[in-house]
């Protein structure tokens, strides 16, 4: 990951004024990769609907990462859907651990989501999703990995 964050640095280095955000489906598997390290999870084929990985309790769960400071969009699915979610803030700088926003229930953060847009995806603000994670309860979340 570090060499990958110091490729993006150099090529803006190179060319001032021009961003190279890492973003899409790079995001999304670096996050899920990220969560697999940190709680006690295992992915699935990216190809399953409605879920990235399953927990070791068995529950199905989602994984949303950003890098950015907004948000995420979420989609409420109705084959294979998830029963919880995970919500990463992705570090660039080396030393600085990823931050969990939120861990629980899907169905918590479907209820408060908001509206969906005409892509069946509502975006949640990461201080909505922090707000809303200090109302989890403890049992509800994906266990961490003990290393």
Known sequence: ?????????????????RKFPLDGHLVGSIGEAAAEAMFDIALVSASSAGHDAIASDGRQVEIKATYGSSGVAIRQTSHGAAAALIVLRLSRKPGIEHEVVFNG?????????GSYGTNGQARMTLSRLRALNLTVHPEERVPQRHV
């Open 1 to 17: 990951m570090e060499q990958l964050h110091a490729v993006v640095d150099e090529l803006e280095a190179m060319h001032p004024g």
């Open 105 to 113: 229930p899907l169905a918590n953060a479907l209820q408060t989501a």
